[in-house]
Structure formats: C-alpha cells, structure tokens
C-alpha cells in the first residue's frame, strides 16, 4: 500500500488504550453495508431532483445551468468575467484566440459594509463603477464586451444569463434583491450608467466555473468539484433525464446540472451514518439540519470534528494524561489546517513528528508522544470518511455521465492542501468504479476565467441561434 494511503502504525506505551482509542474512533468508520446505502440514497435523491412533479421533494436542488456545452476549442475574442462572492470581488478581462488564453488581467476590488447591507440598487451601481474604472484604466471603454457573472449566492437559475437570488449568505444583507434576478440587476445598473459597452450574457456559481475551466484544460472534463471551506459538483447531464426541464429544447442534448450536493442529507435521508460527533457539530452550528453533508467533511468543519474526537477521547482518560485541556473546550479551536499538518506528519513518517507537535504548541497544550499518535489515527479517521463520502457521490456522478473517459476538474483549499485527501480520493473511487477511467485534475480559478470563458460559449451560442 502506497503510504499516501494507508493508516499511520499505531503502537503505544499501553496496548490496552490502543483497543479502547478504536473503538471510539470505530462510528468514523464506513462499512460496506453502510456506504451502499449512502449510494443508493444518493441516486434516488438526484433521481427525484431531476423528475417533474416528485412525490417528495429531494434535498439536492440538481439545478439546470441552461449550459449546453463546453469550450470547444474555437474561443476567439475579448471578455469580462466578474467574481462575487465575499467582500472582496475581482474583474478579469480574459483575450481567446482559437481557444487559448492569449492574456488576462486581473483587479481587485472591496465591497464596504455599507453597500453590503445597504440597497440592492446601491451594490449594483459600485459594482458597475468598479467595472468603469477597470476598462478605464486599460483605455478600453469603447469595446463591446460580454461578461460572465460569478455570483457565488443561493439562486435559481431560469436561464443561461437568469439568477433569482434565493436568500443573501456571508456578510451581504442588501434589501430589495432576494426574488430578484441578479443579472437584470447588473444589466441595469451598467444601462444607468450610459458609458460602458458591457452586457452581462451569463450568471455562475464557482463550481460550474470549475467544471468549465477544467473542459477548458482537458476536453474530457465532465464533472467539476469543489473542496474548499465547503464543498459541491456539478456534471453533464443528458437532457431527456432533466425531467423538470419542461418545454421543447430543440437540437439541445446535454446541460450542466449543479447538484447543490452540500445539503445532501438535509431531509434526514442520512441520519442513521451520523456519528455522536456529527450530531453536535450540527447541533452547535450556526444553521441547524442545514448543509449536512458538508459537515461531515468540508474544510470548514472537519477541524472542529477532529476536536469533538479529541474531546471524547480525553473524557475517557485516554490523553492528555487523563486531563482535558480548558483550550481543546473552545469550539472552532482546532482548525481544518492542523488535521493537514498532523496527516503531512503521518504521510512522510517522521519520527518526530513536528508538524503535530506544533499545532499542540499552538494551542498550548501538554502532551506526551502517545497524545501524538492518537491525533494522527483521529486526523486519518475523519480524512479517510470524507475520502469515501466523497468517493461515493463522485463514482455514482461518474457512472450517470455517458463518457468513455472522464476528467473530473477539482478546486479548493482543502483538496490543495491537504497531502493525501487527492490520493485517497483516487484509490475509493477505483475501488467504487472499477474499470471506469477517470482522472482528477486541479482546476484553478473556475470563478474567474471559468466565468470569462463561459462568457465566449454564451456569445457562441448566441450567434449560432440568430446565423
């Protein structure tokens, strides 16, 4: 077994708190019986997001894109992208000739907590003053140029170039745009203004602009991925399974689905896999029973599922001497980073591992060598879980996707980070899919140029419907 893999070697001073460590860390662990289930509830929940008039509703949104296709290789021309998605937003002008990035320049941009809590109109107007100053500054306010529209927010889309927000998230609170269609707000906005030859001709969010960047670099590319602070997908589905989609599509044969996989679990279909630690990380968050799945693994939340563990482990006299250290009490002390640095520890086998030893020091905490052991068989446990949960999901997308071979394009910190998350992800879903040819590809900045590049498919797929 390649040591990128496989669990750290677990010998301690006593060998009978070896058996009582595993078997607290034992509800982390998937049974086969138990993640066939996780699949089969996967697939019926895509199922009934896709059907037209479900029996229930699902807890994944499998929103349409109205993207029907990938770059193909002929981008020509100039485009806007615009990424908003937190207090800082960036402006990206992206130049294609025959599919290549020939160059793109990049500025950034801070929102004021005034505009982010003030009028939806008010927002709109800076965000059109920022794109102003950015063609100003490059002595291009002449050009026509289409934008594509990261709008990394809750919204239903109703067409390529339609996003209704469903509810603000973050640090946006701005009154008179939920139920409203956030491009027409731009359009408007940019229309006000009278001096710029912009158009907003497509609206995204970061995990189809993954997707699309990824189609971008391998043209095998047909699922994106997100693993960041939180985590999503989104993949090519054929559109006579887009049951939901009514109406005639004419010569239309696939469409980007985005899974909104995060909630996956929100209606309970995954209770009975939630462990203790599961249970009151979700009960001590700030949403409760929402985003289920990606408490069970994301960037945001597995630091603080690892101190849960740390936690029981010291109540049961197994650490730390018998004593629980006031620090490792605080919720959100152990962040997601120190679970990366102890498993790099684990990864190299060192033996003295240093990376561990800090993020003790760090939280100034007294520990012996067996206190470094077992945090690096608890930082496995939860990363190998996520590995498989995610696996799962993956090769079930992977097995939906009418492709001899797939890429899939894969961003966040998380998945960057972290030395082994990649390798394990790669060898369950091998395991999962056996025979299935897949690749993972890290797929950089889908929310920047994937905007601009799905900016040059909206402006394609214009001209061809008005030829």
């Known amino acids: ?169 973050k640090s946006f609170n701005c009154p008179g745009v939920v139920g409203e269609d956030a491009v027409k707000m731009l359009n408007e906005a940019i229309q006000r203004r009278g001096d710029l030859e912009v158009e907003v001709v497509a609206v995204l969010n970061d995990t189809t602009g993954t997707l699309v960047q990824g189609a971008f670099l391998d043209r095998k590319c047909a699922i994106g991925l997100i693993i960041g602070t939180g985590s999503n997908a989104c993949y090519i589905e054929r559109v006579d399974r887009v049951e939901k989609w009514e109406g005639t599509h004419g010569d239309i044969k696939e469409v980007v689905v985005d899974i909104e996989w995060g909630a996956f679990g929100d209606n309970g279909v995954l209770d009975f896999m939630k462990t203790e630690y599961d249970q009151m990380l979700d009960k001590n968050s700030l949403l409760v029973g929402s985003f289920t799945f990606e408490k069970l693994f994301s960037g945001k939340y597995l630091g603080e599922l690892t101190r849960l563990v740390l936690v029981k482990l010291a109540e049961e006299g197994l650490m730390f001497g018998g004593k629980i250290p006031s620090q490792l009490l605080r919720p959100g002390s152990f962040p997601t980073r120190f679970v990366s640095l102890v498993e790099q520890d684990a990864v190299l086998k060192l033996a003295r591992p240093v990376s561990s030893e800090s993020c003790f020091h760090e939280l100034g905490i007294e520990h012996g060598s067996d206190d470094l052991k077992i945090l690096q068989q608890v930082c496995f446990a939860v990363t190998e879980r996520a590995a498989i949960l995610l696996a799962i999901c993956l090769s079930a997308t992977l097995m939906r996707v009418d492709r001899e071979e797939c890429t899939i394009a894969v961003d966040g910190s998380l998945y960057k980070y972290h030395p082994r998350l990649h390798h394990l992800l790669e060898h369950y879903i091998i395991k999962m899919t056996p025979g299935k040819k897949f690749s993972l590809l890290l797929a950089e900045d889908g929310s920047g140029k994937g905007a601009g590049l799905i900016a040059a498919i909206a402006n394609r797929l214009r001209t061809r419907k008005h030829s």
């Not at 990128?4 to 998937?30: C, G, H, M, N, Y």
């Not at 019986?33 to 929940?45: L, S």
Request: negative net charge.
């Open 1 to 169: 077994m390649a040591p990128r893999i496989e669990a750290p070697e677990f010998q301690l001073s006593k060998t009978d708190v070896v058996k009582k460590v595993e078997d607290i860390l034992a509800p982390l662990k998937l049974s086969e019986e138990v993640q066939k289930r996780i699949r089969e509830v996967y697939d019926e929940e895509m199922r009934i997001g896709l059907a037209r008039n479900p029996s229930r509703k699902s807890c994944l949104q499998m929103e349409n894109t109205y993207l029907p296709e990938l770059p193909n290789g002929t981008e020509e021309g100039e485009y806007l992208a615009l990424d908003l998605g937190g207090t800082n937003f960036r402006v990206i002008l992206l130049q294609l000739e025959k599919g290549r990035v020939v160059s793109d320049e990049v500025q950034h941009y801070f929102v004021p907590e005034p505009l982010r809590v003030g009028p939806g109109s008010e927002l709109f107007d800076f965000l059109a003053a920022c794109i102003y100053d950015f063609l100003e500054t490059r002595s291009k306010l002449d050009h026509k140029l289409p934008l594509g529209f990261t709008f990394s927010f809750p919204m239903t889309q109703q067409d390529l170039n339609v996003g209704i927000l469903v509810s603000w998230t």
